[in-house]
Structures are given as C-alpha cells and as structure tokens.
Nanobody, 123 residues
Framework: QVQLVESGGGLVQAGGSLRLSCAAS????????MGWFRQAPGKEREFVAA????????YYADSVKGRFTISRDNAKNTVYLQMNSLKPEDTAVYYC????????????????WGQGTQVTVSS
C-alpha cells in the first residue's frame, strides 16, 4: 500500500513557475512507477508526465514537453513536478499516482492516488 500527498500548488501568473511535490508513505515507493495527471473543471483527467521506478526514464504529454520536468528522490520517497512557463490552460487540480508499469498515460493503470493540489495560472 502506498499513500500519496501532494503539495506545492497555488496561484501564479502566466510565465511563472511552480514546483509540485508528492510525498509517499510505505517502504515500496521505489518499486513503483509514478505519474502526474491533471483535471480541469468539466474535463477528463489527463496525463501530464511519468517517471520510471529508477528515475532513468521520463515521459511527457506533448502539451507540457519542454516546460515541465518530472523527477524523483527515492531516498526521500518523493516525486516532483517542476513547472515552468506556465499558461492559463495549465490551470487544474494536479494529482500524483503510483502504478506497476512505467510510462503509462491512462489513469486506469495507476493503483494509488493522492488527493490533488490546485494550480491556478492567471493571464
């Protein structure tokens, strides 16, 4: 079992940056692939980024490629999402998730989810 808690969301102007963190409990964190998803009001949950259990492989949605960076620190049981050059369309609740297979972009393939953190980008 893995419990996930996101933090770092907030209000930022367009062009600004935020760094989201996802702290995991449980000794098996390093064996899970991790992902970030987001959900805007009235829209489906969408894939943002994913990282392998070792951190050696990363995956991104086209909409965030070149602006967002996913990373993880297995010693701290934490995964991060550095978000730069934020746009109003990045506004959403951001969720981290843990699953058995790296690089998956469908939310149904993740087993554990955090409660989400709100990111609002003003124009």
């Amino acid at each position: 079992q893995v419990q996930l808690v996101e933090s770092g969301g907030g209000l930022v102007q367009a062009g600004g940056s935020l760094r989201l963190s996802c702290a995991a409990s449980g000794r098996t964190f390093s064996s899970y692939a991790m992902g970030w998803f987001r959900q805007a009001p009235g829209k489906e949950r969408e894939f943002v980024a994913a990282i392998s259990w070792s951190g050696g492989s990363t995956y991104y949605a086209d909409s965030v490629k070149g602006r967002f960076t996913i990373s993880r620190d297995n010693a701290k049981n934490t995964v991060y999402l550095q978000m730069n050059s934020l746009k109003p369309e990045d506004t959403a609740v951001y969720y981290c998730a843990a699953g058995p297979i790296e690089g998956r972009s469908w939310y149904g393939e993740y087993d554990y989810w955090g409660q989400g953190t709100q990111v609002t980008v003003s124009s």
